[in-house]
């Protein structure tokens, strides 16, 4: 099975600072890979999603942006953070394919803007 | 647009009730998926249904599917203090091309049960 890890665990970050989380994915290769945010006792919010390197699809409009550098890396990034972006993340991985599978989440990162 | 509601919000049950939730989504799906979140961590997938299934069971969890009225249900029976959770349903969008890789999640159910 696939193990996800996502670093920092937490994080509290100043109004206009930068933002990097990372996500890396063990047990499988070629995954398909998501950021999620969800807000204090809200579902969840897909960001974005990756299909391969290099290739990511926005769902929402915002200051955020992610990438995919290597097979089972993906980084959310934020040039100025906003009050807004506060939320806990969430990175998931799926199996390629033509079906939905089933998803294998991260720990997250808990981020507050202050 | 959100896919999947689950209802009701908040549960709150003894230790050895039955526990129902309920997931109402909106457009034809291939699969649906029920997931377990413990409180501030990630997301646990419990059990996935088929479009063409009706129902599926996993140990003490019941899943049922009902497509004409585009609505599941999840019931875990003999509860105990450990399931304590939020459960979210997920859906897909059938035919959705570029985005079939994409599950909608509901706001999920709180479960509480009590020692």
């Known amino acids: 099975s696939q193990t996800i890890h996502q670093w920092p665990a937490t994080l509290v970050q100043p109004v206009g600072s930068p933002l990097s989380l990372e996500c890396t994915v063990e047990?499988?290769?070629?995954?398909?890979l998501y950021w999620y945010r969800q807000a204090a006792g809200r579902g969840l919010q897909l960001l974005f999603y990756?299909?391969?390197?290099?290739?990511i699809s926005s769902e929402v409009p915002q200051n955020l942006s992610a990438s995919r550098p290597q097979d089972r890396q993906f980084i959310l990034s934020s040039k100025k953070l906003l009050l807004s972006d506060s939320g806990f993340y969430l990175c998931?991985?799926?199996?390629?394919?033509?079906?939905?599978?089933?998803?294998?989440f991260g720990p997250g990162t808990r981020l507050t803007v202050t | 647009s959100q896919q999947g509601e689950e209802d009701p919000q908040a549960l709150s049950i003894q230790e050895g009730e039955n526990a129902t939730m309920n997931c109402s989504y909106k457009t034809s799906i291939n699969n649906l998926q029920w997931y377990r979140q413990n409180s501030g961590r990630g997301l646990v997938h419990l059990i996935l249904?088929?479009?063409?299934?009706r129902e599926k069971h996993s140990g003490r969890l019941r899943v049922t599917l009902d497509t004409s009225k585009k609505s599941s249900s999840l019931l875990i029976t003999a509860s105990r203090a450990a399931d304590t959770a939020s459960y979210f349903c997920?859906?897909?969008?059938?035919?959705?091309?570029?985005?079939?890789?994409?599950?909608?999640f509901g706001k999920g159910t709180k479960l509480s049960v009590i020692p």
């Open positions: 997920a859906t897909d969008a059938k035919n959705s091309g570029a985005g079939s890789y994409q599950l909608t």
């Open positions: 249904i088929r479009s063409n299934e």
């Open positions: 990756s299909v391969g390197i290099g290739q």
């Open positions: 047990g499988t290769s070629n995954p398909n």
């Open positions: 998931a991985s799926s199996p390629t394919g033509g079906y939905s599978y089933e998803q294998y």
